[in-house]
């Protein structure tokens, strides 16, 4: 679970009339990702964009990987099926 300290979160009133300090924070590393309240509730975070970056590119290679994994059992699979014998009778 992630955890987020105090200074690491915003209303988002707060967060309106003070977007560009914020954003200057989290370009400079100040901080490293500002969650953002709302209604008493985590709504959304806002991270560094090289970071976003390197967690979609983290994502992609995620998912081709479960997808060659599928396509490899599947093949797999098919292999191991085995196809019925033929069976002559004399009559």
Known sequence: MVT???NEMVGIT?????????????????L????IIRRNK???V???????????RAYDLLEQKEIE????NMTKEEKKVSHPKIIEFEI
Do not use: F, H, R, V
């Open 46 to 56: 806002l991270i560094d964009i090289d970071e976003y970056e390197k967690l979609q």
């Open 69 to 72: 994994n599928i396509l490899s």
């Open 4 to 6: 987020y300290s105090k």
């Open 42 to 44: 985590p709504e959304a």
């Open 14 to 30: 707060q967060l309106g009339k003070s977007l560009g300090a914020y954003l200057d924070k989290i370009n400079n590393k100040t």
């Open 32 to 35: 490293s990702k500002l969650t």
